[in-house]
T-cell receptor, first 115, second 113 residues
Framework: AQKITQTQPGMFVQEKEAVTLDCTYDTSDPSYGLFWYKQPSSGEMIFLIYQGSYDQQNATEGRYSLNFQKARKSANLVISASQLGDSAMYFC????????????FGSGTKLNVKP | DAGVTQSPTHLIKTRGQQVTLRCSPKSGHDTVSWYQQALGQGPQFIFQ???????QRGNFPDRFSGHQFPNYSSELNVNALLLGDSALYLCASSLEQPPHTQYFGPGTRLTVL
């Protein structure tokens, strides 16, 4: 069975500082994909970053990077130079090889950026 | 490039009624997935459509059904509404090619009274 765990219900970060949001996963598939999404209060899920299980390097997209530690089954999101607009819910998701495009989501982390 | 669109944005129904939600995928995408997101939780997979067929289904009762049209747009139907069906319903579209990134619409917020 596939499972995503996000253990931080809420996080605070000072504006312009970096923050790490934790995500661990459980799967028996040798091939899988890991994704992070941002969900502002408006409700729309915004795709941030993707990491494939066979990718050798950690993914980066602008201020977002993914700290992928395969042996530990963790895929933490790092946001550098936080901005007030980063305040939102953040969800980690996984797609397994045998489940086509079915995504499994974690319970999310609420990030608050303080001015 | 138009993203995923959903209609309506909000809906209020009473118990026992039926509802239809609509989704148009991102341009060029051929796969549509539907998710239910209860307040304070992560999205839960309902089902996925590809080539007008339901390909995958999550742990939802038969009251939840769907359809995909030749233009790849999709509908989610829920019959005999229960109070517990109140949630944000998200539609996501993707390509068949890896990495199968799902792009979401703004959602439809359903309230069942």
């Amino acid at each position: 069975a596939q499972k995503i765990t996000q253990t931080q219900p809420g996080m605070f970060v000072q504006e312009k500082e970096a923050v790490t949001l934790d995500c661990t996963y459980d799967t028996s598939d040798p091939s899988y994909g890991l994704f992070w999404y941002k969900q502002p209060s408006s409700g729309e899920m915004i795709f941030l970053i993707y990491q494939g299980s066979y990718d050798q390097q950690n993914a980066t997209e602008g201020r977002y990077s993914l700290n992928f530690q395969k042996a530990r089954k963790s895929a933490n999101l790092v946001i550098s130079a936080s901005q007030l607009g980063d305040s939102a819910m953040y969800f980690c998701a996984m797609r397994g090889r045998d489940n086509f495009n079915k995504f499994y989501f974690g319970s999310g982390t609420k990030l608050n950026v303080k001015p | 490039d138009a993203g995923v669109t959903q209609s309506p944005t909000h809906l209020i129904k009473t118990r026992g009624q039926q509802v239809t939600l609509r989704c148009s995928p991102k341009s060029g995408h051929d796969t549509v997935s539907w998710y239910q997101q209860a307040l304070g939780q992560g999205p839960q997979f309902i089902f996925q459509y590809y080539e007008e067929e339901e390909r995958q289904r999550g742990n939802f009762p038969d009251r939840f059904s769907g359809h995909q049209f030749p233009n790849y747009s999709s509908e989610l139907n829920v019959n005999a509404l229960l109070l517990g069906d109140s949630a944000l319903y998200l539609c996501a579209s993707s390509l068949e090619q890896p990495p199968h990134t799902q792009y979401f619409g703004p959602g439809t917020r359903l309230t069942v009274l």
